[in-house]
Each structure stands twice: as structure tokens, then as C-alpha cells.
């Protein structure tokens, strides 16, 4: 006579139990794998962009040392004479001219 109420082989639940703790921890270490690799990716594209942003820098501030010395000797020139500021008039709508005219060629261009 069998008995129904019966616990199954003890054995057999734990190989179960144990086999389902492998498959879930497996399952852990290739996430946990793949996170680090996300983290290291992260990691390198952020020092990629510091290495970028820190040329920017270093660009924007050369760019500020040649205008600075431009708009010195821009200035200059305007505070030198009538004949200057004639000519510096005439080089500033010429340059305006200049920047519309382009301006009208690029976007007829793009059409």
C-alpha cells in the first residue's frame, strides 16, 4: 500500500533544487558580466569626451588670444585718424556685403 501523503525522495528535490540555484546564479553572472561591460564602455566614452571638451578648451581659448589682438588693433586703427575710420568704415559695410552675399548663395545652394 503506497503512501500518498508522502514527501518525495528528499534527494531528488534538493538535486532540483540545487540544479535551478546553478541555473539561476548563472543567469546572475551573465548579467552581472554584462553590466561591466556597459560600466567599462561608460567609462571609456566619458574619457573620451574629457580628452574631447579639454581640445575644445584649449582651441576656444587660442581663438580668445587672436580675437583679443585683433579687436586691439581693430581699435587702434579706429582711434588713429579720420582717413582710418573712413577706411575701416568702408572695410565694415564691405564685410557686411560680403556676409549677406554669401548667406544668399548658401541658401539658394541648399534649394
Same mark, same amino acid.
Given at each position: 500500500?503506497?503512501?500518498?501523503?508522502?514527501v518525495p525522495n528528499s534527494g531528488a528535490v534538493d538535486e532540483? !533544487?540545487?540544479? %535551478?540555484? $546553478?541555473?539561476?546564479?548563472?543567469? /546572475?553572472?551573465s548579467k552581472v558580466t554584462r553590466l561591466k561591460s556597459l560600466?567599462?564602455?561608460?567609462?571609456? %566614452?566619458?574619457?573620451? +569626451?574629457? $580628452?574631447? !571638451?579639454?581640445?575644445?578648451?584649449?582651441? #576656444? /581659448?587660442?581663438?580668445?588670444?587672436? /580675437?583679443?589682438? =585683433?579687436?586691439?588693433?581693430?581699435?587702434?586703427?579706429?582711434? &588713429?585718424?579720420?582717413?582710418?575710420?573712413? !577706411?575701416?568704415?568702408?572695410? =565694415?559695410?564691405?564685410?557686411?556685403?560680403? #556676409?549677406?552675399?554669401?548667406?544668399?548663395?548658401? &541658401? +539658394?545652394? =541648399?534649394?
Amino acid at each position: 500500500m503506497a503512501d500518498w501523503g508522502r514527501v518525495p525522495n528528499s534527494g531528488a528535490v534538493d538535486e532540483m !533544487l540545487d540544479a %535551478e540555484n $546553478k541555473r539561476l546564479a548563472d543567469n /546572475l553572472s551573465s548579467k552581472v558580466t554584462r553590466l561591466k561591460s556597459l560600466a567599462l564602455d561608460i567609462d571609456q %566614452e566619458a574619457d573620451d +569626451h574629457n $580628452k574631447y !571638451l579639454d581640445g575644445m578648451d584649449s582651441d #576656444f /581659448l587660442s581663438v580668445t588670444g587672436l /580675437l583679443g589682438g =585683433s579687436v586691439k588693433r581693430f581699435t587702434g586703427m579706429a582711434l &588713429s585718424g579720420r582717413d582710418n575710420r573712413k !577706411l575701416l568704415c568702408y572695410v =565694415s559695410v564691405g564685410l557686411v556685403a560680403l #556676409f549677406f552675399l554669401l548667406y544668399y548663395l548658401v &541658401s +539658394h545652394a =541648399s534649394t
